[in-house]
């Protein structure tokens, strides 16, 4: 079984950062390798925010949305089984619910990872 719990969220003005967290709680058979965060916005479909894959060293193994790439990054703490997401730049547009999510697999399709988190919401204001 897994288990994933975001804080971090809030409300701040355009321009300003916020950093999300998730903290991964997984049983003794399951090891998580891919790491994500994709977000939600009122009346818009889901939307893969940042990802992030061990033993890829492209990159570092990240990948991000074009929405985001250069404002945001995501990390991964394995010894503290946390994940990141530093959002720099903050713009209304990035308002949504904020969910972590996690696979054994490798990949970067954060939208199909089977384990996911209740989200935190973020709020950008103008």
């Known amino acids: 079984q897994v288990q994933l719990m975001e804080s971090g969220g809030g409300s701040v003005q355009a321009g300003g950062s916020l950093r999300l967290s998730c903290v991964v709680s997984?049983?003794?058979?399951?090891?998580?390798?891919?790491m994500g965060w994709f977000r939600q916005a009122p009346g818009k479909e889901r939307e893969g925010v940042a990802a992030?894959?061990?033993?890829?060293?492209?990159?570092?193994?990240?990948a991000y949305a074009d929405s985001v790439k250069g404002r945001f990054t995501i990390s991964r703490d394995n010894a503290k089984d946390t994940l990141y997401l530093q959002m720099d730049s903050l713009l209304p547009e990035d308002t949504a619910m904020y969910y972590c999510?996690?696979?054994?697999?490798?990949?970067?399709?954060?939208?199909?990872?089977?384990?996911r988190g209740q989200g935190t919401q973020v709020t950008i204001s103008s």
């Open positions: 999510a996690a696979t054994p697999a490798y990949s970067h399709d954060v939208l199909k990872f089977p384990y």
């Open positions: 997984t049983d003794t058979t399951t090891y998580i390798t891919s």
């Open positions: 992030i894959v061990e033993g890829i060293d492209e990159d570092g193994g990240t």
